[in-house]
């Protein structure tokens, strides 16, 4: 019989690369192919969002035909998407996974990538506030996700909902580990040792290249202290308004005020100084938090302490993973809410209230 062929599912989470991965895995397809892995994208797009959403909805047939139409390809394949993360929560969804991958011949193997929990929340704090979602101060949001609550504030009924985080990884991969027939591979999230596609490529067992680059457009840019400082000011605009975010977004065009936002930061070099919340009593409140569980599974995924795998040994690798992962946690560096950040926020909310009252008008 010939060797069975793998499925590779690569699953997130948020702010772990993922868009620069699919990216580049899109872009190198044809040289990928001809060493026996293909990453089909039947929706046009470079990730499988759509697919890992028809699972989460007990739609189990979308997966059987994925892995139908790719009948005659003899060798393995890869699936990406974040939002396969919450599946491996469930056990049931795991074996589902696994019995429908060996009803085509495949072995299932799961790759997630790991982040410590002090650079993802200031990265979803980040991606939260420049996203004008709301804008809670970030120990306050820190804390709520310590929590596993909601942000409170005045305006909270007009926000998104900003769900908390799940940050135990001993226990958020708990099932997968656990699972019978599926293989797990976890990648630490670590730009300053090494690019992350290499790192997958490395498990996926494939030559280290060469290998055609991400387009820079997919790099996932942080606002900078000015920039997050007129997000901040603007959330605080919006939230006198009467509509709630999720209308702004879906009838309002405020995403075009995000885009707007995030032009204006790259044209004045914001970009550049970096935003970081942290404050060492918080911290270190994290830490003592997720330490015991953080070095557990570290010790079970890396046989190794999880501080050696995320040291930062020297300067950046050359090509980040990530244009928004910084090296470890900087020393704080909190919002700019300067003169010049008033007068930009102030003309933005104008330029985008002008707009809503016209349209409002029609």
Known sequence: MPPQRTLHLHAGPHKTGSTYLQARLHRNGRALERLGLRYPTPWREHSHRHLARALRAGRLEALDQLLRRQGRWSGDLLLSAEHFVPLLERPEAIA???QAADAHGYR???ISVVRPQEELLNSFYCH?????????????YVRA????????????????HMAPLALDFERRFAPLLAADGVRG????????QGDLFEQLMATLELPAGPWRPAPPDQANEQLGRRGLG??????????????RRNRLIAEHGLNRLVERLRARARQRGWVQERFSGWEAGLLERVRQRYGAANGRFAARV????WNAC???????????????????????AGLVLDGEVEREAEQLFKGYRRRLLAASSQ
């Open 96 to 98: 589902q996974l696994r």
């Open 108 to 110: 299932l193997h799961v």
């Open 302 to 305: 890396w046989g190794q302490p």
């Open 145 to 160: 996700q310590l929590a596993g609550r909601r942000v409170r504030g005045a305006g909270r009924r007009r926000w998104i």
């Open 185 to 192: 591979s976890f990648l630490p999230f670590r730009p300053r």
């Open 230 to 243: 007129v997000a901040l000011l603007l959330n605080q605009r919006l939230d006198g308004l009467p509509l």
């Open 128 to 140: 939260a506030l420049g996203r004008l979602y709301g804008g809670p101060g970030f120990r306050a």
């Open 310 to 332: 995320f040291a930062s040994p020297g300067p950046a690798a050359p090509g980040p993973a990530d244009a928004e992962a910084s090296p470890g946690v900087p020393a704080p």
